[in-house]
C-alpha cells in the first residue's frame, strides 16, 4: 500500500503565504519526479511545479517568482511554499508522485500515484 497525504492547506487573504506538504508513504523504493498540480472549480488540472531526483525545478508561468518547490527524498516528501498568494491560485492542490518502478497496491501495478488533495482558498 502507497500513500501520498498532503497538508498546509487552509484559507489565507491575499499577499499571505502557505506552505503545503505531501509524504509518500508504504512499499517505496525511490520516487523519481515529484510534484504538485491544481484544480480550480469549473477547470482542469493544471501543473504547478514538478522537481527531480537530483533538484531541477520546473514551475508553470503563473507562480514563477512566488511559489518554491523543495523535497527531502529521505522522507520521500515534498514541498510547496507559496508566497505572494493570489485569489487565482485557489484551487485544490494534488501532490504527484512517478516511481522508479512499478508498484503493486490496490489490485494493480502503479508508475505513479496522486494524493487526496487539499483546499487552498486566497480571499481578496
Known amino acids: 500500500q502507497v500513500q501520498l497525504v498532503e497538508s498546509g492547506g487552509g484559507l489565507v487573504q491575499a499577499g499571505g503565504s502557505l506552505r503545503l506538504s505531501c509524504a509518500a508513504s508504504g512499499s517505496i523504493f525511490s520516487i523519481n519526479d515529484m510534484g504538485w498540480y491544481r484544480q480550480a472549480p469549473g477547470k482542469q488540472r493544471e501543473l504547478v511545479a514538478t522537481?527531480?531526483?537530483?533538484?531541477?525545478?520546473n514551475y508553470a508561468d503563473s507562480v514563477k517568482g512566488r511559489f518554491t518547490i523543495s523535497r527531502d527524498s529521505a522522507k520521500n516528501t515534498v514541498y510547496l511554499q507559496m508566497n505572494k498568494l493570489k485569489p487565482e491560485d485557489t484551487a485544490v492542490y494534488y501532490c504527484h508522485a512517478e516511481f522508479s518502478a512499478l508498484i503493486y497496491y490496490n489490485g494493480a501495478y502503479h508508475r505513479a500515484d496522486w494524493g487526496q488533495g487539499t483546499q487552498v482558498t486566497v480571499s481578496s
Open positions: 522537481i527531480t531526483s537530483g533538484g531541477s525545478t
